[in-house]
T-cell receptor, first 115, second 115 residues
Framework: AQKVTQAQTEISVVEKEDVTLDCVYE???????LFWYKQPPSGELVFLIR??????QNEISGRYSWNFQKSTSSFNFTITASQVVDSAVYFC????????????FGAGTTVTVRA | DAGVTQSPTHLIKTRGQQVTLRCSPK?????VSWYQQALGQGPQFIFQ???????QRGNFPDRFSGHQFPNYSSELNVNALLLGDSALYLC??????????????FGPGTRLTVL
């Protein structure tokens, strides 16, 4: 079975501060994919980033960066220089090849960026 | 290029009634997955349809059923509604068998309230 844990329920920051969201996953599959989605108040899930289990290289994409560590089963996500528009619920998700890649989501972290 | 669309946007029903939610996938996608997102929680996988057949199912009772049409659009039906069925229902489309390229695009969701 797959499981995703987001220990942080809510994070509140002031604009321009960095925000790091934690994600810990569990799976016995060796082939899997990790995702971060953003859900603004409108409700639609917006895809942010994806990483596969064979690539632990950490990258930066604009103001987003992620830290994937298989040794600790963690896939943390950082928003640099946060903006008010970043206020949303952020979900970490896992999909595995043995489960036809259906997504298993964490409970989400609500990020509030104050001006 | 139209994304995933869902209808209706909001729906209010009473206990015991039946409801049908609709989803049109993103152009070029042939697979539709349905998720239930209760308030304050992450989305939970209900089932997935491909080639008009249910391919996978999550831990949901038989009251939840679905259908996929030849044009790849899909319906989610819930019978004998319970108060606990109140949630945001999300539809996601993807390309079957895309493996590493399997990215699910989500619709805006249908907010179902059961009174």
């Amino acid at each position: 079975a797959q499981k995703v844990t987001q220990a942080q329920t809510e994070i509140s920051v002031v604009e321009k501060e960095d925000v790091t969201l934690d994600c810990v996953y569990e799976t016995r599959d060796t082939t899997y994919y990790l995702f971060w989605y953003k859900q603004p108040p409108s409700g639609e899930l917006v895809f942010l980033i994806r990483r596969n289990s064979f690539d632990e290289q950490n990258e930066i994409s604009g103001r987003y960066s992620w830290n994937f560590q298989k040794s600790t089963s963690s896939f943390n996500f950082t928003i640099t220089a946060s903006q008010v528009v970043d206020s949303a619920v952020y979900f970490c998700a896992l999909s595995v090849s043995s489960n036809d890649y259906k997504l298993s989501f964490g409970a989400g972290t609500t990020v509030t960026v104050r001006a | 290029d139209a994304g995933v669309t869902q209808s209706p946007t909001h729906l209010i029903k009473t206990r015991g009634q039946q409801v049908t939610l609709r989803c049109s996938p993103k152009s070029g996608h042939d697979t539709v997955s349905w998720y239930q997102q209760a308030l304050g929680q992450g989305p939970q996988f209900i089932f997935q349809y491909y080639e008009e057949e249910e391919r996978q199912r999550g831990n949901f009772p038989d009251r939840f059923s679905g259908h996929q049409f030849p044009n790849y659009s899909s319906e989610l039906n819930v019978n004998a509604l319970l108060l606990g069925d109140s949630a945001l229902y999300l539809c996601a489309s993807s390309i079957y068998g895309a493996g590493i390229y399997n990215e699910q695009f989500f619709g805006p969701g249908t907010r179902l309230t059961v009174l």
